[in-house]
């Protein structure tokens, strides 16, 4: 398991910043967690797993709705 900063999750998912606090606040995408201080980071396990369920839906494939 690691911790994925900002940019790693941009860079690894494809989307802007605005684009994942947005969907985050719809219950779409992962929160990160607190780390030290103010400092957030994301579950790799967990943006991994959500990249898996949009390969899913795009397959045709039954994903569990998973509320983040």
Wanted: net charge positive; hydrophobic share 35%; glycine share 8%.
């Amino acid at each position: 398991m690691r911790f994925l900063r900002l940019s790693e999750v941009q860079e690894r998912v494809g989307l802007g910043r605005t684009s994942i606090y947005k969907m985050m606040g719809e219950g779409k995408f992962p929160k990160p967690v607190n780390t030290l201080g103010r400092n957030v980071a994301w579950l790799d396990s967990e943006v991994d797993e959500w990249m898996m369920d949009r390969i899913d839906e795009k397959r045709g494939l039954s994903v569990p709705k998973i509320k983040y």
